[in-house]
Each structure stands twice: as C-alpha cells, then as structure tokens.
C-alpha cells in the first residue's frame, strides 16, 4: 500500500511540476506571436484573388510579393517564403496545394569564405500557372516555373521548370508523362 501511495505522490508531483513550468505557462504567448508575424500580419500584406481558401495555420514570409489567384487553396502547414528585397511568388487560379508545401523564392550564397547566413540572399521568382496541382510535402525551389495544368507529385523537389500539362515527380522532380 505505501508503494502505491508513493507511485501516486510521484506522478501527482510531476504532473503539478509540469503544468506549473515556466516554460509551459510561458509557451502559448510564444506561439501566439509566431502566427501573428508568420500568418496574421503577412496575410494582411498578400494579393488575394476571389474565392482563396487558405488553411488556418500556413507560414508567409514577405507576403507582400506573394499573389494568389482566384480560387486558390492551399492546404495545412505550408510555407510560401517570397524573397527579402525582390523575388515573388505567383500562383494562378485554381491551383491547389496539398498540406506541408515549401516554397522559398531566396537562397543563401555559397561563398566558401564567408558564414552562409552573412552572404547575400539569391531572389528568383517561382511562378505556378493556372489549374496546378502541388502534392503534398513539395518542396519548390527559387526561380522554378510551373505551367498551367502541370501536377507535382507528392514528396517532391521542384529544382527547374515544369512544362504546361507535364507530370513531374521525384527527388529532383524529373518528367513522368504529359497529361492526356
């Protein structure tokens, strides 16, 4: 019996440690202010399009050189990360996004002499036709175009240009077969 006791005590104590945690009484103002910087405040500054459906918790950044046409969806846990200075994205009418998309219109430098972070960002804009498909978790890199009714298959990464009515997929993302 007094094991018992002592088993319960142990629990109740560490669930009372748990809850009265700095860290985790602290932790809901930390995650109210990423999503006002990266989603609240960034949608504010997009080009939206009429019809847009946008899930509650995707990442923008730089959202004032990012345009979404008409109809566009894009699902859960996608990022679109436009470049600092110049670079865009542009997503045409009825393009769809499957959950966990990445797309960043910037890279860093690769200068050997110098930290990664300290070099300049490399703009490029990606540009998504009309009636596109991305799968989920693509990973679209910078200066990439899409063309209209192209479909990118689920897990891939987008490293050139996808044709109009192309199917790419893969790691990098490579020509499967034209759309019939």
Known sequence: MAVVRRTILTRLTRVLRSIFDPGVLLHPFRIMHYYGYTHVTQRRLLTLGHD???APNI???NGERIALGDQVQIGARCSLWAGRTSSWIRIGDRTTFG?????????????ADKRITDQDMIERDIIIGKDCWIGARSILTAGITIGDGAIVGAGSVVTRDVPAGAIFAG?????????S
């Open 52 to 54: 847009v459906r946008l």
């Open 59 to 61: 990442s923008f950044a």
């Open 99 to 111: 959950p966990e998309v990445f797309a960043t219109a910037a890279d860093y430098g690769t200068q």
């Open 171 to 179: 790691v990098p993302a490579k020509l499967i077969r034209m759309r």
